[in-house]
């Protein structure tokens, strides 16, 4: 589906708008209605079960949105969290460097001098997209982060998080001293970030408020175990960056035992598979639909020793977008914080080693990852429109369908009220043909309907208390018993967790 069909048919049936939309909407914020909100916790839920079942010392924390002023001086944000723009003399439009020079410089802008950007502007003559004068202009880099004043003295400064990373990096002692103070540790941050971005575009995928769930692990640089035999028989998809140096595009399949031996740390790689295998097997997103796209050195940030962006093709956006990635971030937070705050984030082992710990960071975009599943699972089918999310994921997970209001209304009210009580995100609609209530349904990606009908309620009759059950993908209608019903559909209303090699238990 194109972006606009896409995005007209989410804010038709509420999972999202523009913010502030009577006023013509504020670029870069949207809202969530009560489809979009139930899709997004369950989206946030599937991503804990799935990271925080990597291990029981990964830990979900609740940071603080706000950093005072020395915490990102410290983390090196304020001094470098910009972003080049390109001004337009004529029609004053600012675009993202990056942006107007995305086809001569594919690498980006990153690192380069105003004046360096300049001149690449001026040698390829490239013309201000919007009124196509060539007059672009490049100021001073511009700042992404959102600052405010803090407290009432006005000489306090505090920023919005750009990224919830930081949290995670400040509660580093207080956790270790609270924990088990053994390394690994991993803490998770669901939470929002801030970023004022020049030129916010692609609905969900360039926001200036935006969701995030991060697993930041912190460990000792000499051991990062995993249980590496939980994904030995993974191939990934890797677009490497040497590759495209030579100019393919093309994606290489390659084994996790391939990639250790080829000399990716088995931490690393077991994560990056992990990543892979949450997108496949609990998104749903079709294998040759994503890719593992290696960063040069170039590329990435400097603190960075090895980073896979994972990315998506997505129709609404016309091709791959990154929808997460794993850093391999070394010692630079502990050691940046470490400085900044006075207070040194060694910890003491078990075996009386000191060490810094190094972190591997994987990222995730809640609200991009929240438009990818709309892109891949919703279509239109000739008259048919079916969202087909994963079971677990739907907002509704079962439509409660009186065949006829007045006979069967009541009936199906204590229906639904039994089945929310037995923890079933259940919803009733009563009004027009059933056909077109099951085409509601179907495009809100409610995954089971039932349907109370004359048998039903027919006290004597042998059919009392049965209903029929649909399945949204195959359209299969069955008669069940209403008291199976929980029982049913409890697997597949349960976010996955991740595959661990045999258990002790059968
Ligand atoms: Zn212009």
Redesign the pocket.
């Known amino acids: 589906m194109k972006l606009d069909e896409l995005f007209a048919l989410l804010r038709r049936r509420g999972f999202l708008w523009p913010s502030s939309e009577i006023y013509g909407g504020a670029q870069g914020l949207y809202d969530y209605g009560p489809l979009g909100v139930a899709l997004k916790r369950r989206l946030e839920d599937a991503w804990s079960a799935w990271f925080l079942g990597l291990s029981d010392d990964y830990y979900p924390i609740q940071p603080s949105e706000l950093l005072p002023e020395p915490v990102v001086r410290a983390s090196g944000h304020l001094e470098n969290f910009t972003d080049p723009e390109a001004l ?6 600012a675009f993202r460097a990056e942006t107007v020079l995305e086809k001569v410089r594919p690498e980006g802008v990153d690192g380069l001098a105003p004046s360096a950007i300049a001149e690449l502007i001026a040698q390829h003559h490239v ?7 060539a ?2 202009t490049v100021p001073a880099p511009f700042h992404l982060m959102f600052g405010v004043d803090f407290g009432v003295t006005g000489r306090e400064r505090a920023y919005l998080a750009p990224e919830t990373a930081q949290g995670s990096y400040l509660a580093f002692a207080r956790m270790w001293d609270v924990g088990r103070k053994t390394l690994p540790l991993g803490l998770a941050v669901i939470g929002r970030a801030y970023r004022n971005e020049i030129a916010p575009r692609q609905v969900l995928f360039r926001m200036r408020a935006f969701t995030q769930a991060e697993l930041q692990i912190f460990f000792d640089p000499a051991s990062f175990p995993v249980p590496f035999a939980d994904v030995r028989d993974e191939r990934l998809p890797l677009l490497w960056a040497a590759r495209r140096a030579e100019g393919a595009t093309d994606i290489e399949w390659t084994s996790v035992t391939d990639l250790v031996a080829g000399g990716l740390p088995e931490f690393y790689v077991y994560h990056l598979a992990q990543l892979f295998r949450f997108l496949r097997d609990a998104l749903g997103y079709p294998a040759e639909r994503i890719r593992l796209f290696e960063k040069s050195e170039s590329e990435r940030a400097f603190y960075n020793r090895i980073q896979f962006d994972a990315e998506v093709r997505l129709d609404s956006l016309g091709g791959f977008r990154e929808v997460g990635a794993v850093h391999y971030r070394g010692d630079y937070d502990l050691g940046r914080h470490s400085k900044g705050s006075g207070r040194d984030l060694t910890v003491t082992l078990t075996d009386g080693r000191r060490v810094l710990p190094h972190v591997l960071e994987i990222t995730f975009g809640v609200d991009r990852n929240l438009w990818a599943l709309a892109d891949l699972h919703l279509a239109v089918e000739g008259e048919r429109t079916v969202f087909r999310l994963p079971p677990y994921l739907a907002p509704i997970a079962l439509g409660v369908l009186p065949l006829l209001k007045k006979d069967h209304g009541p009936y199906a009210r204590s229906l639904l009220d039994r089945l929310r009580r037995a923890g079933i995100a259940a919803a009733y609609d009563s009004s027009a043909s059933i056909g077109r209530r099951y085409a509601r349904m179907d495009e809100a990606g409610v995954p089971f309907c039932v349907t109370v009908d004359g048998e039903s309620v027919d006290p004597a009759g042998p059919t009392r208390d049965t209903v029929t059950l649909r399945e949204r993908d195959s359209r299969a209608q069955e008669r069940v018993a209403i008291a199976e019903i929980p029982a049913r559909l409890a697997d597949r209303l349960r976010p996955p967790r991740p595959v661990t090699a045999p258990a002790e238990i059968a």
């Open positions: 337009c003399g004529h029609c004053h439009h013309l201000c997209p919007s009124c196509g004068q007059a672009l």
